[in-house]
């Protein structure tokens, strides 16, 4: 099955900073990405995806890259916030397309 | 409020006991998923229903677990004999779409199980 897994438990920024959040994957077939975030308390929540013919999108504060040559993507925070602390998942979609596959997730801490 | 709800939000049981948790998604949404995640981890695929037919099962599905979804509605995760190891939370998700044609799956809160 696919393997989906975060370069760092936890990351620790300030306020204001930008944060990035990585993630790799091991099935080069994979062509469909998506980042969730999950709050203390909550469950997760779908932030943006991306799909494999593209190697960037923007959203709100958020911008995630596709590197599919390394098997690597990431999600950048721009200006982060203390709102943004929460734990932080990428995940894939099955062969079959019916349910996904969530890594073990970074947890974000930033300083006021 | 219209979004996925479950119940209980927490159950404290011993072990062998047998617990039922409830999952009402949102009611347009035809698929529903039920994960469970443990302290520090991704949540991991437990099973899967489009409206009332269960079409996949995780090997972490024992034969003590059991989902239903009867009517296509709502949906019943039960665990049997309880054991020390179940300890988790259970999520529940919904969505309208294949996952393959949108990851957004809608999660509620979870039922956290502690099992004594």
């Known amino acids: 099955g696919e393997n989906v897994g975060l370069h760092l438990p936890t990351l620790s920024v300030q306020e204001g900073d930008n944060s990035i959040i990585n993630c790799a994957y091991s099935n080069s077939a994979s062509d469909y990405f998506i980042w969730y975030k999950q709050e203390s308390g909550k469950g997760p929540q779908f932030i943006i995806d991306?799909?494999?013919?593209?190697d960037k999108r923007q959203g709100q504060r958020v911008t995630v890259l596709l590197n599919k040559t390394v098997k690597h993507l990431s999600l950048q925070i721009a200006a982060t916030q203390p709102g943004d602390s929460a734990v932080y998942f990428c995940a894939v979609p099955n062969n079959a397309g019916n349910m996904l596959t969530f890594g073990g997730g970074t947890r974000l801490m930033v300083k006021p | 409020d219209t979004g996925v709800s479950q119940d209980p939000r927490h159950k404290i049981t011993k072990r062998g006991q047998n617990v039922t948790f409830r999952c009402d998604p949102i009611s347009e949404h035809n698929r529903l998923y039920w994960y469970r995640q443990t302290l520090g981890q991704g949540p991991e695929f437990l099973t899967y229903?489009?409206?009332?037919?269960?079409?996949?099962k995780s090997r972490l599905l024992s034969d003590r677990f059991s989902a239903e979804r009867p009517k296509g509605s709502f949906s019943t995760l039960e665990i049997q004999r309880t054991e020390q190891g179940d300890s988790a939370m259970y999520l529940c998700a919904s969505s309208l779409a294949r996952v393959a044609n949108t990851g957004e799956l809608f999660f509620g809160e979870g039922s956290r199980l502690t099992v004594l």
């Open positions: 229903f489009q409206n009332e037919a269960q079409l996949e």
């Open positions: 991306i799909r494999s013919n593209m």
